[in-house]
């Protein structure tokens, strides 16, 4: 695969506090395509970041219903990759792609 189809596959790295709690364990979450698969996945984060992937977890966050001054709205359905990547290797999310 080209490096633009992985940009294509992998969105952005989340951030919160679940998720560097998850560093300790040597993984990394990603917000990733709707329609990524798992080998897909894998293949844009060791070609994008050149380590070595022990495996990939993945979630779909349906969209939420909300409201903002009486207005409903829908939050977009977003699907989130935690790749779990061998010992002795690292991703710095803080840095960027």
Do not use: W
Request: charged share 25%; proline share 2%; aromatic share 6%.
């Amino acid at each position: 695969m080209s490096a633009l189809k992985y940009y294509d596959i992998l969105h952005s790295p989340v951030i919160t506090e679940k998720a560097t709690l998850g560093a300790e364990n040597n993984q990394v979450t990603f917000r990733v395509a709707i329609n990524a698969t798992k080998p897909e996945i894998k293949a844009a984060v060791e070609g994008l970041f050149q380590v070595k992937v022990k495996a990939v977890n993945t979630l779909r966050q349906q969209g939420k219903v909300k409201r903002f001054r009486g207005i409903k709205g829908r939050r977009a359905e977003v699907k989130k990759a935690i790749v779990t990547l061998e010992d002795g290797q690292s991703i710095d999310v803080t840095t960027g792609i």
